[in-house]
């Protein structure tokens, strides 16, 4: 009989794996009714009860985030008087959950590992259909079923279970990142065949995310000098074939143009309600409400587009729209976790955990200039992956990092760190 300590653990794992594989299952629906919930809405639910059970060992950090979390909605809902209730109801439930269970798989190898791995089985199963998305088709192979999300048909193109082409291809350059810090050839392979399918999106996440994602990779305390090379290399020869076969004949005809001019203008349309002195936002789920603006900024700028923007194309800038200062506060809190956690000592001895760090990095560049769905669970990675990566026992002084840790730093850097 395994003691409550081993259970909560092996349940913790268990739903890390779960956790790992749905991240990539966004657009498809379960129990479909007015507000049709995906699998990651009820695998967070099924949580609750171990998120619970692990409360009184969860990080001070993420307890930091979670009160913070929950005091920007509810005094965006109290002071603005235009809230959703489901946007509230999400905010609430499943992304206070998400965000409870998301730091306390940091905080333990088996966790780590086991969330790791079904986010690589996930990874390579959505690279597939995709590439049958390709091959056949996708109209005749769509199998999203989440009305949450708007759909338009992608002919030509491949979404697999995501609810739009970037949000695929974003998810494939983190999987390809994550891929080239493994020390496998497998590992490595896998990484070219994300990279592959991700250049075949035509997606324009490729240049926005993929130049600082890299460079940071690179700086990452402890990364091999060949995966970077192997990486940069792979990259770049991805972005060359993207650019020459896709994306020039979108720049020639204005196409990109106009695209890249209706994102710019709904993100800065984003920043309206705190320009004109709304402090707490326009409310919650009042998304949409961000058009007005958006036209304001056109205007002003110069900018030309033909499509309307129905909402922010970016997760990050939708919360200081619906939200305000306090959802700022809650970023700037993130950030300084973010930032403790990149800088961290111990991090560099341990191969899960400086992936969950770039996961936590692409999640923070997808959610400022990509995906303003704030279903996307991946969007919220950043504010709790740091939180419990801190918690894992490593800190930047030598005397702090865990006896483990510590075993495996080289006799001369242990001494020389203690000097210090």
């Given at each position: 009989m395994p003691s409550p300590e081993a259970l909560r653990l092996r349940c913790l794992a268990l739903w890390a794996f779960g956790a790992g594989i749905f991240l990539w299952l966004p657009a498809l629906a379960i129990l479909p009714a007015s507000f049709p919930l995906q699998p990651l809405d009820l695998w967070v639910l099924a949580g609750w009860p171990l998120a619970l059970w692990c409360l009184p060992l969860c990080p001070p950090a993420i307890l930091w985030i979670v009160a913070l979390h929950l005091s920007s909605t509810l005094l965006s809902s109290a002071f603005t008087g235009a809230t959703s209730l489901l946007a509230l109801g999400h905010s609430a439930l499943f992304a206070t959950g998400a965000l409870l269970l998301f730091a306390q798989i940091c905080t333990r190898p088996l966790s780590r590992t086991a969330f790791l791995t079904g986010f690589g089985f996930a990874a390579i199963a959505m690279t597939v259909l995709a590439l049958a998305q390709f091959a056949f088709g996708a109209d005749s192979l769509d199998f999203r079923s989440n009305t949450t999300f708007r759909l338009p048909p992608h002919t030509g193109r491949a979404f697999a279970l995501f609810p739009e082409v970037s949000t695929l291809a974003t998810h494939l350059l983190l999987a390809a990142l994550i891929a080239?810090?493994?020390?496998?050839?497998?590992?490595?392979?896998?990484?070219?065949?994300?990279?592959?399918?991700?250049?075949?999106?035509?997606?324009?996440?490729?240049?926005?995310?993929?130049?600082?994602?890299?460079?940071?990779?690179?700086?990452l305390h402890g990364l091999d000098l060949r995966r970077i090379s192997a990486l940069g290399i792979a990259l770049i020869s991805v972005a060359a074939i993207f650019w020459l076969t896709f994306y020039a004949p979108r720049w020639e005809n204005g196409a990109a143009l106009r695209s890249g001019a209706m994102r710019l203008a709904s993100v800065l349309g984003a920043?309206?309600?705190?320009?004109?002195?709304?402090?707490?936002?326009?409310?919650?789920?009042?998304?949409?409400?961000?058009?007005?603006?958006?036209?304001?900024?056109?205007?002003?700028?110069?900018?030309?587009?033909?499509?309307?923007?129905?909402?922010?194309?970016?997760?990050?800038?939708?919360?200081?729209?619906?939200?305000?200062?306090?959802?700022?506060?809650?970023?700037?809190?993130?950030?300084?976790?973010?930032?403790?956690?990149?800088?961290?000592d111990g991090l560099r001895f341990d191969a899960m955990q400086r992936s969950l760090l770039l996961l936590a990095l692409g999640s923070l560049l997808s959610g400022g200039f990509v995906t303003g769905y704030r279903t996307i669970y991946t969007n919220w990675l950043w504010l709790a992956f740091p939180a419990g990566l801190l918690a894992a026992g490593y800190s930047p002084s030598a005397r702090q990092i865990t006896p483990q840790v510590r075993s495996k730093i080289p006799k001369s850097r242990r001494s020389e760190m203690s000097r210090k």
């Open positions: 080239f810090t493994i020390p496998h050839r497998a590992s490595w392979i896998a990484g070219f065949g994300f990279l592959a399918t991700h250049a075949l999106t035509q997606s324009t996440v490729a240049l926005l995310i993929a130049p600082p994602a890299l460079l940071a990779a690179g700086a920043f309206g309600p705190l320009a004109s002195g709304d402090w707490f936002g326009a409310g919650l789920g009042q998304n949409g409400a961000v058009t007005a603006h958006a036209y304001a900024i056109a205007s002003r700028l110069g900018l030309q587009f033909a499509q309307v923007p129905q909402g922010i194309n970016s997760h990050l800038a939708t919360r200081l729209f619906e939200e305000g200062l306090p959802a700022l506060f809650l970023m700037i809190t993130g950030g300084h976790f973010f930032l403790r956690a990149w800088h961290h």
